[in-house]
């Protein structure tokens, strides 16, 4: 087996996930703005570091996806964070994207930028211990939209950036995620979805990319945020795990979701009820942000004297969210562990 598929099945171990940790200047901004706490490199580092040193962190998530600071930075007694994860049993993982811009000739799709010079940037991530990244595009949903070239220009994007990340022996993780914001139905989403994921794999299929040696990070196939309808895990599981029958090849190692802006306990509840629903052609996992991350910066809130509340908060959801592989998560396990 390639060291790349050895990666990838890794990432995807049984009662484990990852943890998106990539955030941008901007975005951890918009973070630490809800406990009102500066947003400086030191802080950045302090609430990184708190994440990656919870006790038992190697025991639920499998790998961290860093932003290009991150994978720089040193641990307040100097170790490099790199070799925190690493030491934790969790592997190294690195965003590579610059992020979604407007997409020429429209005023609401966005396309991700980021191809130039990617290949130099793989080499030296891989030589500071990146073994997977991640290159996120965005489909918009709205009327009239998503366009035939937003969604064949951002497959396209992501079929050339995996196909450089495994000349790089980076383990490509592919993310198109359709947005959950507006008021569209479970079904609209459906529709998009299986759309985009056709394309995504027909362009990766174009460029040779290895099936074997990648992960998918889709969204789920759940109702807008603003649609008067919400969908019930059990929905959401039914056609999530249609939609990606139908368009997700079996060669796939695993499918890590998104969150998407789902609160925590519910990304948790849906995660669950696909798991129960199997078992699935593939392993089905989590690559959260917000959802396991939010309860930990409302405990931190930016204090040192709670860094150890903001870990035991994170570890509570970590847990939840293994659970949530097996099938096994339920609100009396919520109830035990978070207190809600
Ligand atoms: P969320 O889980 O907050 O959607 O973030 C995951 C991610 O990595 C988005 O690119």
């Keep these: 087996m390639s060291s790349m598929e050895q990666v990838a099945q890794a990432l995807v ?24 706490l500066a947003n400086t490199e030191e802080h950045r580092r302090d609430y990184r570091e708190l994440l990656f040193t919870t006790g038992g962190f190697g025991e639920f998530i499998s790998g961290v996806i860093l932003y290009d600071e991150t994978i720089r930075q040193k641990a307040k007694d100097g170790t490099p964070l790199v070799k925190i994860l690493e030491k934790a049993g969790s592997i190294p993982g690195i965003k590579v994207d610059m ?19 990617l290949r130099g940037r793989l080499k030296e991530y891989y030589a500071m211990g990146a073994r997977f ?6 489909i918009t949903i709205g009327s009239g ?31 198109p995620e359709v947005l959950m914001d507006a008021d569209n139905t479970l079904e609209r989403c459906f529709e998009v979805t299986e759309w985009t994921l056709t394309e995504v794999f027909a362009e990766l299929s174009r460029l040779d990319v290895k099936l074997e040696q ?32 139908r368009t997700v090849p079996a060669a796939v190692p695993g499918i890590v979701f998104l969150s998407g802006g789902q609160s925590s306990p519910v990304a948790t ?12 052609p593939w392993p089905l996992s989590f690559s959260y942000g917000r959802a396991l991350q939010d309860e930990a910066i409302k405990a931190w809130k930016g204090d040192p004297k709670l860094v150890a509340a ?15 592989r097996y099938g096994k998560y339920s609100t ?9």
Excluded at 311 to 324: G, T, V
Excluded at 332 to 340: R, T
């Design 133 to 138: 990244a991640k290159w996120r595009a965005v």
């Design 332 to 340: 009396a396990l919520e109830k035990e562990l978070v207190g809600l």
């Design 145 to 175: 939209i998503p366009s035939c070239k937003c969604i064949e220009v951002n497959a396209r994007s992501l079929a050339l950036y995996a196909a450089l990340c495994q000349e790089a022996n980076i383990v490509p993780i592919v993310e």
């Design 310 to 324: 903001g870990q035991k908060a994170f570890h509570a959801r970590a847990k939840l969210n293994s659970a949530a």
């Design 269 to 280: 509840a849906n995660l669950n009820a696909i798991n129960a629903s199997g078992p699935h």
């Design 214 to 245: 990648m992960l998918l990070k889709p969204n789920m196939v759940i109702a807008g945020k603003l649609c008067k309808k919400q969908n019930t895990p059990a929905e959401v599981a039914k056609a999530t795990i249609e939609c990606f029958r």
């Design 13 to 36: 171990a049984p009662g484990k996930g990852i943890l998106a940790a990539d955030e941008s200047t901007g975005t951890i901004e918009k973070r630490f703005q809800a406990i009102q």
């Design 99 to 117: 992020g979604a811009h407007a997409l020429p000739g429209s005023s609401q799709e966005k396309m991700t930028e980021g191809l130039d010079g």
